[in-house]
């Protein structure tokens, strides 16, 4: 299993656009072979005193693969070029964590 980490910088005057842009992708994801877990999160304030916020302009994803290939085969994926496509005026950057469970 992989877990993956995408923190998605975007524009904090369009990130309720993009949010609504993943949530009519998010179906398609979790229909990929190989899928296990993938959505967005925002931060949300605590007491925690360690937390970093990710900030505004961060929209977070979570997600679980079954294996590297299905994490790779997903990033190729035609309703993955065309959410790139169509959230590019919205998004300034991407980082992606992908890590084993230990």
């Not at 993943?22 to 398609?28: G, M, W």
């Not at 990710?54 to 990033?75: F, I, P, R, T």
């Amino acid at each position: 299993m992989i877990h993956v980490i995408a923190t998605l910088k975007v524009d904090p005057a369009r990130r309720e656009d993009f949010l609504a842009a993943f949530a009519e992708l998010t179906p398609l994801v979790l229909a990929e072979d190989g899928c296990l877990e993938y959505g967005a999160a925002i931060d949300t304030p605590t007491s925690i005193p360690v937390q970093a916020p990710a900030g505004d302009d961060a929209v977070v994803v979570v997600e679980k693969w079954e294996s590297v290939a299905a994490l790779e085969a997903h990033l190729a994926a035609p309703h993955m070029d065309a959410f790139r496509q169509q959230t590019a005026d919205m998004t300034r950057g991407v980082t992606l964590l992908a890590l084993e469970p230990a």
